[in-house]
């Protein structure tokens, strides 16, 4: 992990219209996004981005429908060109490139997964995973190697020459997983890539995602729409509500100091002692009568669990072999409870 | 005396109108009413103001005959033009047909029909589509129809074969741009609903009847309208989630076409490429009112002489043509429509 952001987002403006050049003004000038349907039918689809993306992180960008997430993540890799604004990747400005470059760009750089998998029907799994060599002009021999290794990889050895039609929705997102990670790209964009799954194979393929980026260390941009999911994979959360970007950090922060009623509502609904972890809810430490350790990246609910129910307890949080701080469980039992819109 | 001899006076047109009474020949309908003695007065009271109706009045305004021999003028003009490009291009047309025709005439059928079945069985792997193949062409050749079905399948297979050569990358062309997709498909709407025989006139006059690319521009003209639509519309609805995937890991758009769009779209195409089969048959028994030949002559020696029998042999042998045809394709259809869906 280093400190230069591995993709930027700069200013970045999207309006969907026949002339969205000349709406940029209205804008620029503060007007909002019903204003400038009603007044100009052209649709605001983003609004003023600026995002860092770390390499070797996983950035997730969450929103309803109809945010912009997925016109979002198309940016990255000009499927949509933006109206304004400048997206630099490796220090690179993507809107610069000429079609050769860019095409380059995708091949070498970036991998895309799809929230419908979007594989060759006519394809076997093997030929799907391969894809992105066979575009780049590998030699088969190379090719099969590759996808067969990544298709072991996400579990799906022995489905090699079936087609994709034959394989459950689960195992169809590994295949897709494994055409974006055959292709050997620094940047893996994921639009919405597990929502089309029920939720116990969702789990499973978030975890899978986890288990992979402990290992690999790709640049990952997650879309969805679900908080839980969210909260579980980023290591930087972008919250979009119509087009704009409303907070964005570290989730837990997140979490405990939403900055907007519309996150609060949000939040308010998941549960907390499942997401939030210890680093969270301690404080320094100054006592020295503990009930035992706890690791500084327990979630509260393990700690529950742990604590019998008895909030006069007190644990010295561990981050490593070191010591960091004091978790009292009458903290973490306030934690539990969100706080309320503030107009409550 | 004319219904509208009273307009062009109250608009003071009369002299320009001149005396009214044109120099043009009579038609044969005047000439039917003056030899009866009868005038205009014995018409409608009140007559739609057609040109010819007009021209009654005003000897100025043509009549309609004199468009359609304008038409015909002007395309007698421009014909040797015409010739002079076409020609030279639908030449290689003449040499396939005649040579597919001699082929077929000179394969003895012992050789023939085995080829023919074996076709049958590759494209279809089907055991009955093969087995009906087979026992067709010999009913055919038993009722000593071999050889005109012979020169009406070598015409098929090659007017055919044009029609997808051409048609498939004009159907992708079309797929590609929206503004040629409007302005081919009135193009293709026209094609397809002239009466047949209306295109076979200008033909007769650009080329000589004795010349075999006549009846094959006019299959090939009225056979591949199916196969361009088909095209375009098989390549239009393949899935644009996918299209997005080839894009976004980089493919060129010709990988794109060779990888993705044609793949996908290939049962549309198939289809098409089996209503153009159907089609060129159709056309082929009125193309031998062009000297076309095969089963189609028969046909029309049965209306031309009223033998009855012939006639209905010669169509029953279309009809198992045409089912084969059918059967065949329809049944290669449905083998490139497995692989996708696949069990």
């Known amino acids: 992990m280093t400190d230069t952001p591995k993709v930027r987002l700069r200013g970045l403006y999207k309006i969907f219209g026949s002339n969205d050049k000349d709406m940029m003004q209205y804008v620029r000038a503060g007007m909002g996004k019903p204003e400038l349907l009603e007044q100009h039918k052209h649709v605001l689809g983003l609004q003023d981005i600026n995002v860092d993306m770390m390499a070797g992180e996983i950035t ?182 119509d087009g704009a970007v409303i907070q964005q950090g570290e989730p837990q922060g997140i979490l405990m100091n939403p900055s907007d009623p519309y996150i609060e509502d949000f939040v308010s609904d998941i549960n907390r002692a499942r997401v939030l972890r210890v680093k969270s809810v301690m404080e320094p430490l100054t006592g020295s009568k503990f009930a035992g350790d706890v690791d500084i990246r327990d979630n509260l609910e393990s700690l529950i669990a742990r604590s019998e129910g008895d909030t006069s307890l007190h644990y010295r949080v561990m981050d490593g072999d070191v010591p960091v701080g004091e978790l009292h469980m009458r903290d973490l039992v306030k934690a539990l409870v969100p706080r309320i819109s503030s107009a409550a | ?217 006019a299959i090939i003209l009225y056979a591949i309208v199916p196969v361009i639509r088909l095209t375009d519309l098989g390549i239009r609805l393949v899935d644009k989630d996918v299209i997005e995937a080839a894009n976004a890991f980089g493919m060129s758009s010709n990988q794109r076409l060779a990888k993705v769009e044609l793949p996908l779209a290939l049962p549309n195409i198939m289809a098409g490429v089996n209503q153009t089969i159907m089609m060129s048959l159709a056309m082929v028994v009125i193309a031998s009112l062009v000297s076309a030949p095969g089963l189609g002559v028969n046909v029309l020696r049965g209306i031309r002489n009223l033998e009855l029998g012939v006639g209905i042999v010669a169509g029953i042998g279309i009809v198992l043509l045409a089912v084969i045809l059918d059967r065949v394709s329809k049944a290669a259809l449905s083998r490139v429509d497995l692989t996708r869906k696949s069990h």
């Open chain 1, 60 to 241: 997730v960008v969450m929103g309803l429908s109809g945010s912009g997430k997925s016109t979002l993540i198309r940016h990255l890799n000009r499927l949509i060109d933006p109206t304004a604004g400048e997206i630099i990747v490796d220090g690179i400005d993507v809107m610069g490139l000429s079609d050769d470059a860019l095409r380059k760009m995708r091949q070498e750089k970036m991998s895309m997964v799809f929230q419908k998998f979007a594989l060759l029907p006519h394809r076997t799994v093997l030929q799907n995973a391969a894809m992105a060599l066979e575009i780049q002009g590998v030699d088969e021999a190379t090719r099969t190697a590759e996808g067969m290794k990544w298709l072991a990889r996400v579990g799906l050895d022995g489905y090699e020459h079936h087609y994709p039609a034959q394989l459950s929705g689960g195992m169809q997102q590994r295949v897709g997983i494994a055409r974006a990670l055959t292709a050997n790209t620094d940047i893996m964009l994921m639009d919405e890539a597990f929502s089309a799954l029920d939720p116990l194979i969702r789990t499973d393929m978030q975890n899978l995602l986890l288990e992979l980026q402990a290992e690999l260390h790709k640049t990952v941009v997650f879309i969805t729409h679900d908080l839980d999911e969210a909260l579980k994979l980023a290591d930087h959360l972008v919250i979009l509500k």
């Open chain 2, 1 to 217: 005396m004319a219904f509208y001899d009273g307009l062009f006076r109250a608009l003071g047109l009369e002299s320009w109108c001149g005396t009214g009474a044109s120099d043009a020949p009579l038609s044969m309908a005047d000439l039917m009413a003056q030899s009866r003695g009868d005038g205009a007065a014995s018409g409608p009271m009140f007559p739609f103001p057609s040109l010819d109706n007009l021209n009654e009045s005003c000897g100025n305004f043509a009549q309609t005959r004199d468009l359609t021999k304008g038409l015909e003028d002007g395309f007698l003009a421009v014909k040797d033009d015409i010739k002079a490009v076409l020609d030279p291009i639908t030449q290689p047309l003449s040499w396939l047909l005649d040579g597919a025709l001699w082929m077929f005439a000179a394969i003895p059928w012992f050789i023939m029909i085995p080829i023919l079945v074996a076709i049958a069985w590759w494209a279809s792997r089907s055991v009955a589509v093969t087995v009906f193949v087979a026992f067709s062409i010999l009913l055919l050749a038993f009722v000593d129809h071999y050889d005109v079905a012979m020169q009406t399948l070598s015409i098929i297979f090659v007017c055919t074969g044009i029609s997808i050569l051409l048609g498939v990358p004009i159907g992708i062309a079309m797929s590609k741009s929206d503004r040629l997709q409007k302005t081919l498909v009135p193009v293709l709407d026209l094609l397809q609903t002239l009466p047949t025989f209306v295109y076979l006139i200008p033909l007769i006059f650009l080329f000589s009847v004795t010349e075999s690319k006549l009846y094959g521009i």
